[in-house]
Each structure stands twice: as C-alpha cells, then as structure tokens.
C-alpha cells in the first residue's frame, strides 16, 4: 500500500511555522506582512480561490490588500493598480487570479509587477533566477512539491524524475527545480511517443496536464513516487454529483506506488500555503534588509 503524501498535514504545519515567524518580525518591522490579490470579473473558481487565500493570510498574520475589479476593466485600470501596489511600502507579495478576461492580456500585466512583490513566481526575472540557481521567488505549486519530497525525506539526488506537462505554471519551473536538486529529468507532453514508456523510467513521477485520470497502471513502475498536480472536476454520470478528481488514477495506484499524493488534500494545499510562504520571504527581506 502507497504512503500518502498529506499535503493538507504538511500545510498546517508550515502555516503555523509562518505565523511564528511574522509574530517574530513584526515587532521589528512595526506592521505585518502584505499580500494583495488582483481579480478580475466574477469567476466563481477564481472567487473560491482568492477567498481561501484571503481566508489563509488572516489564519497567519497576513494582512490583505485585494482589489476585485468589474469583468470589463481595461488594461490601463489593472496596470495602474499594479503600479501603485509596487510602491505601496505595506505590500510585499502582489498576485494577479488567472484567468483573466479575454480583452486583458495577462503576460504584460504579470510583467508589471515588481519583480521582489512577485507573490506568484512568475515573473520573468524570477524564473531566470531559478534557471541561474539564484534565490528569488519561486512559482507556488511546483515549490509546493518540493517542499512535500523533502519533508517525507524522499530523495530527489541521482533519481529518475519524470514531469507530464510543460506549462510555465508547473511543469517548466518543476523540471528546473528537480534538476537543481540532482535529479535527472525527463519533460513529456502530449506529442511525446510511447508517453507510457517514458513515464515507466521514472522514480519521480509528475503528472501535471489537466487530464482526469490519464496516468494508470502502465505508467508507472513498481515502488515509484507519484506526484499528482491535476486538479478536475467530473460529474458521475450514474448519480449526476461532480467530485474533484488528479491526473492520477488513485485507487490503481496504491499497490505500485511507493508514495502518492491524493487529490484533493495534496499538492493543491500546498499551493496557497508556498504564496504565503513566498509573501513571509520578501517581508523578511524587506525588515531584514535583504538578508
């Protein structure tokens, strides 16, 4: 039977190591740290998410500085808010919810930010500080996953690791992590030929493609560590209720793998627990005068 991967356990425990730390600091900074989401329009998963981010900053000390603009807000309008976050000595973490409105082009508002306020990660500076193996902010759920490895003690070094999927959010800056780490790494995607070949080498195996349970039984290899970042809601054709499903096929995992992470209560809790996380990092940087 698979070990589980509790990333809702391990999310506690760091949330309550970030608040000792803000506790700490903040009687040296003289006020909290400051994290600002960005949403625009009314989508109801966007919403969902930025309450439960707005919900995690309070649980941790976390003051919040959201703006929720109407769905037909211009580009100039979000951009100056940006603008004004950067300057805004009481923030120290800004993130824009994805996705936006058709009409808004998220690359160049994601470029506005500063790139020390780059809560997300995602910024170009940072990723080609993460490419250089500089410290910097890291994109949450790919850092997210390496926290998990290596608070379950699974070694990464000299081990076959395999990312499902190449997008700039997971798969991209997740290869470059695992590789930091000395692993070798393997990034496949939906044009990879005998996708389950290559998943079968893995040690480390990410699914990370937004396929309800594409990965099965012949692609993963006896004692492998299986990393699931997909996020799906199907609805049970039998009974017409919808439950949240990975990429992973559970139930046909748990007598091959070594460890699994469940959906949901894996990865997805370490995502919003790696924003506060990267929020703490740049107010203590900020207190501490860049150290």
């Known amino acids: 039977m698979a070990g589980l991967l509790d990333g809702k356990a391990l999310a506690a425990r760091m949330q309550a190591e970030l608040t ?6 903040q009687a040296k900074a003289g006020r909290p740290p400051g994290l600002a989401v960005l949403m625009v329009g009314d989508n109801p998963a966007s919403a969902a998410y930025v309450r439960n981010k707005e919900k995690a900053c309070e649980q941790v000390g976390i003051a919040s500085f959201g703006r929720h603009f109407p769905a037909d807000a211009s580009q100039q309008e979000v951009a100056d808010t940006i603008h004004q976050l950067n300057q805004d000595e009481r923030v120290d973490g800004i993130l824009v919810q994805l996705p936006l409105p058709d009409h808004l082009d998220s690359v160049s508002l994601l470029n506005q930010i500063d790139p020390d306020k780059d809560a997300d990660g995602l910024h170009p500076l940072n990723l080609g500080r993460l490419v250089r193996g500089e ?5 949450c759920t790919p850092f997210g996953v390496m926290q998990m490895l290596e608070a379950y003690e699974i070694p990464v070094a000299g081990k076959q690791a395999v990312v499902i999927g190449r997008s700039i959010l997971v798969g991209k800056p997740l290869a470059l992590m695992l590789l930091e780490e000395n692993a070798t790494v393997t990034i496949a995607h939906s044009r990879t030929p005998d996708l389950a ?3 079968r080498t893995a040690d480390i195996l990410v699914a990370a493609v937004g396929r309800p349970q594409m990965v099965d039984s012949s692609m993963v290899k006896p004692g492998a560590i299986v990393i699931d970042v997909g996020i799906n809601r199907i609805t049970d054709p039998t009974t017409g209720k919808s439950r949240l499903v990975g990429d992973v096929q559970f139930d046909a995992l748990q007598d091959i793998a070594a460890w699994i992470t469940p959906v949901p209560g894996g990865v997805g809790a370490m995502t919003v627990t790696m924003l ?3 929020t703490v990092w740049s107010y203590r940087r900020r207190v501490q005068g860049g150290e």
């Open 20 to 25: 000792a730390q803000v506790n700490s600091l």
């Open 135 to 139: 410290p910097g902010l890291r994109s």
């Open 197 to 199: 070949a290559i998943a």
């Open 276 to 278: 506060l996380h990267n």
